[in-house]
C-alpha cells in the first residue's frame, strides 16, 4: 500500500487557532506524520501516511470538534452533524437559522464548516429543531419543492399553528397554490412569503 500526502483544513470559529491546533496535537493519537500550520482564521494540517490511516486520523478529528456547542463571537457554535445525531433526525438548518433570527436571536449558517452560529441557549435550539422535526413529519405527501417546505415549516415553527390551518390559510393568501396535478406549490419567494403571512396573521387576529 502506498504512502499518501493529503491535506485538511479547519476553519477557527469558535476558538482561536492556536487553542485548537493545541486541542489536535495533544488529544488525538494522530497515525503516520502530519504537520499543522496555522493561518489567520484556519488550519491546514498536513497527513503523510497510509490512506485507511490518515482516514481513521481525520475522523478522530472531527469527532473531537464535533459535539457540545462551543462559545464564540457572536454567539454558540452547533455542529449539524452532532445536532442531528443527537435528536435522531435531520432538517433543513435554513429553517432553523430563519425562525432563530425571527425569536430575536442572531444566527447565521456556516456552510464550510457545516456549523449554526448562534446566541440562542442549547435548550432554545434544541427545543426548535425538535419543533421543525416534528413539523416535517406531518407534511402532506402533496407539497412539492424545499421552498415551499421551509416555507411552512417556517411558520408552524414560529406561530405552533397546525400544518393544515398554515396551508388553508397560505392558498387564501395566495402564496400557495394547487398545480394541475393537485400538488401543493409556492408562488413567492419563501422568505418574502413568510413575512407577509405572519403580517397578515397579526392583522387578522388583532
Known amino acids: 500500500m502506498p504512502l499518501v500526502k493529503r491535506v485538511f483544513r479547519v476553519r477557527c470559529?469558535?476558538?482561536p487557532c492556536e487553542k485548537i491546533a493545541e486541542r489536535i496535537s495533544e488529544h488525538v493519537a494522530l497515525v503516520?506524520?502530519?504537520?499543522?500550520?496555522?493561518?489567520?482564521?484556519?488550519?491546514s494540517i498536513e497527513f503523510h501516511g497510509y490512506e485507511s490511516e490518515i482516514?481513521?486520523?481525520w475522523a478522530r478529528i472531527k469527532s473531537l470538534l464535533a459535539g457540545l456547542p462551543r462559545a464564540g463571537r457572536g454567539g454558540s457554535s452547533f455542529e449539524l452533524n452532532a445536532l442531528f445525531?443527537?435528536?435522531g433526525s435531520t432538517f433543513p438548518p435554513?429553517?432553523?437559522?430563519?425562525?432563530?433570527r425571527r425569536r430575536g436571536f442572531t444566527a447565521a449558517l456556516d456552510k464550510d464548516s457545516n456549523r449554526v452560529i448562534t446566541n440562542a441557549g442549547k435548550e432554545v435550539v434544541y427545543e426548535l429543531s425538535k419543533r421543525i422535526i416534528e413539523l416535517a413529519k406531518r407534511m402532506p405527501g402533496n407539497v412539492r419543492g424545499l421552498s415551499t417546505k421551509y416555507?411552512?415549516?417556517t411558520?408552524?415553527?414560529?406561530?405552533g399553528a397546525p400544518l393544515e390551518e398554515i396551508?388553508?390559510?397560505a392558498l387564501a393568501f395566495s402564496h400557495l397554490r394547487r398545480d394541475e396535478e393537485g400538488s401543493i406549490v409556492l408562488n413567492i419567494e419563501w422568505v418574502q412569503g413568510v413575512d407577509e403571512f405572519l403580517k397578515k396573521l397579526k392583522y387578522s387576529t388583532g
Open 167 to 169: 396551508l388553508e390559510r
Open 151 to 153: 416555507y411552512l415549516l
Open 13 to 15: 470559529i469558535s476558538e
Open 55 to 57: 482516514k481513521r486520523a
Open 32 to 43: 503516520g506524520e502530519y504537520t499543522i500550520t496555522i493561518h489567520d482564521n484556519w488550519i
Open 155 to 159: 411558520i408552524g415553527a414560529l406561530t
Open 85 to 87: 445525531r443527537d435528536l
Open 94 to 100: 435554513r429553517v432553523l437559522v430563519e425562525v432563530l
